[in-house]
T-cell receptor, first 113, second 107 residues
Framework: GAGVSQSPSNKVTEKGKDVELRCDPISGHTALYWYRQSLGQGLEFLIYFQGNSAPDKSGLPSDRFSAERTGGSVSTLTIQRTQQEDSAVYLC???????????FGPGTRLTVT | KNEVEQSPQNLTAQEGEFITINCSYSVGISALHWLQQHPGGGIVSLFMLSSGKKKHGRLIATINIQEKHSSLHITASHPRDSAVYICAVGSARQLTFGSGTQLTVLP
């Protein structure tokens, strides 16, 4: 079946612009996660959704970052007024529920110039 | 001190060798994950375990909850095993990641 998909695969934006990143989880997966991997750095947790609600937003780096999930499916991660330090690969993962293994999407590579 | 420590950071092996990657953590967890990140960047979940031992093909993962330690073993290593292996520990809501082990298996 279809895996987790993300779009766009690459995004180049100017500093100060807003960007939206999209994640389509595996159908039926109730849990959805956003992570970030900066160049040469490890993975860091951003936010977790169970259904449409986000019980854990503790990883969002600043109030410029927000995320939503609608219909228990698609999620968007929005970064307002992008900064160069936001440049990273943004990864989405989904799981059947929070106690199951996570399936990762291919990521969106964001470059802020 | 990081909450998740992996060792070694880099590992080069000859094809056929037995490989061990270690992970130690300092926080309470509900599960530990081993992930594989290929050179192209894609991430695959290898194991999720909360106790004991799991085996998939040539891969074996063990965890000792009391010692807060896990190991990933690869038997009969092959060049296609070359990748970054990442340990992650989690509560039900989020994962905390180790810095990864870069494995290179030479033919």
């Amino acid at each position: 079946g279809a895996g987790v998909s993300q779009s766009p695969s690459n995004k180049v934006t100017e500093k100060g612009k807003d960007v939206e990143l999209r994640c389509d989880p595996i159908s039926g997966h109730t849990a959805l996660y956003w992570y970030r991997q900066s160049l040469g750095q490890g993975l860091e947790f951003l936010i977790y959704f169970q259904g449409n609600s986000a019980p854990d937003k503790s990883g969002l780096p600043s109030d410029r970052f927000s995320a939503e999930r609608t219909g228990g499916s698609v999620s968007t991660l929005t970064i307002q007024r992008t900064q160069q330090e936001d440049s990273a690969v943004y990864l989405c993962a989904s799981s059947l529920d929070r106690s199951n293994e996570q399936y990762f999407g291919p990521g969106t590579r964001l470059t802020v110039t | 001190k990081n909450e998740v420590e992996q060792s070694p950071q880099n590992l080069t092996a000859q094809e056929g060798e037995f490989i061990t990657i270690n992970c130690s953590y300092s926080v309470g967890i509900s599960a530990l994950h081993w992930l594989q990140q290929h050179p192209g960047g894609g991430i695959v979940s290898l194991f999720m375990l909360s106790s004991g031992k799991k085996k998939h093909g040539r891969l074996i993962a063990t965890i000792n909850i009391q010692e807060k330690h896990s190991s990933l073993h690869i038997t009969a290593s092959h060049p296609r095993d070359s990748a970054v292996y990442i340990c992650a520990v989690g509560s039900a809501r989020q994962l905390t990641f180790g810095s990864g082990t870069q494995l290179t298996v030479l033919p």
